[in-house]
């Protein structure tokens, strides 16, 4: 079962610490993500998407391998690369592959000038293991939004109202 999953935080480093948390929770297989974002409210009241990993780098780099790899066989390696990898960004740029970008503007609606949220999609999350993998963060968010079962909403919400 998938969950959607976004946590606002009071500072952008806060929210890279998520993150980074998130990541070492997937190698441990605690998680497996499909998509990531940091959406971030300026001080000015404008917000910022990073989507982790970027679709433009993933579709250049995918682009660059393959053409170069038929390139290779038709002779000319190097220019079906660069022709894959500027086909591949372009791509990339237009692909929406899981978190719409809807879906995080209405979120960044909800954050205060200077905040910022974790957002990300995970196709299975043991919620046990998060909460272990979060404890050092236990109480720095707030759940913005939770595509989960009410029992395990209830319990996440209570982590991060909980104080250390």
Do not use: K
């Amino acid at each position: 079962m998938s969950a959607l999953i976004a946590i606002a935080v009071p500072c952008l480093s806060l929210a890279r610490a998520w993150r980074a948390r998130l990541w070492a929770l997937q190698r441990a297989f605690g998680v497996d993500l499909h998509d990531l974002a940091l959406v971030i409210r300026t001080p000015r009241g404008r917000w910022r998407i990073r989507r982790s990993p970027s679709p433009h780098l993933a579709g250049a780099l995918g682009g660059a391998f393959w053409s170069a790899l038929v390139g290779g066989l038709m002779g000319a390696p190097l220019l079906s690369a660069l022709l894959g990898a500027l086909a591949g960004a372009a791509y990339g740029s237009r692909v929406n592959f899981g978190l719409a970008a809807v879906t995080l503007r209405a979120l960044a609606q909800e954050l205060a000038p200077g905040e910022a949220a974790i957002v990300f999609l995970a196709r299975r999350i043991d919620l046990a293991a998060a909460l272990a993998e979060w404890a050092p963060l236990r109480g720095s968010g707030r759940l913005l939004h939770a595509e989960l079962p009410n029992e395990d909403a209830a319990i996440l919400r209570q982590f991060l109202d909980s104080v250390r």
